[in-house]
């Protein structure tokens, strides 16, 4: 798990209504709640161009832990959660956008799951 900072690092998986919605939030208006974006991803990595900074857009997910990040945000499709889930686990907490998926999940590694809903 990343170190600690002194905003909470958020890294955004999706960037359909909830995941820009997040974004933009964050950007906005994160440094006055102690968030951060540290990446944002899509399948569709051009949806995110001109609306987010290129340096926060992470092409390739498979490369989330080049970024520092205490919080991996899922909010695109649980299939992401069942390839990414136990990888995000080991490198941050993991909040899911879709509670159902947990179930498929085991022992400690459900401990530092958030749910979303
Ligand atoms: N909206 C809500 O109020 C709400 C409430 C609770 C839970 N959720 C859950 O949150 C998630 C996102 O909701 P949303 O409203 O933001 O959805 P949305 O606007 O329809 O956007 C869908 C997102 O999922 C991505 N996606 C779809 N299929 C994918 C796949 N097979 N692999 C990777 N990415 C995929 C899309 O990527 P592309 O742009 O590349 O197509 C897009 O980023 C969904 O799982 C939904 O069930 C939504």
Redesign the pocket.
Known sequence: MANRSSTLRIGV?????????LVERIIKDGAGLGLTLAFAW????H?LKGLVPDHLILEDLSAFKTRVCEVIV???????VKDFGVQFLSHAHFLV???PLLVGLSGNESISIFL??
């Open positions: 998986v999706g960037y359909g209504h909830l995941g820009q919605y899509n399948r569709n990595p949806k899922e909010v695109c499709h649980p299939q992401i956008s879709f509670a979303a809903c």
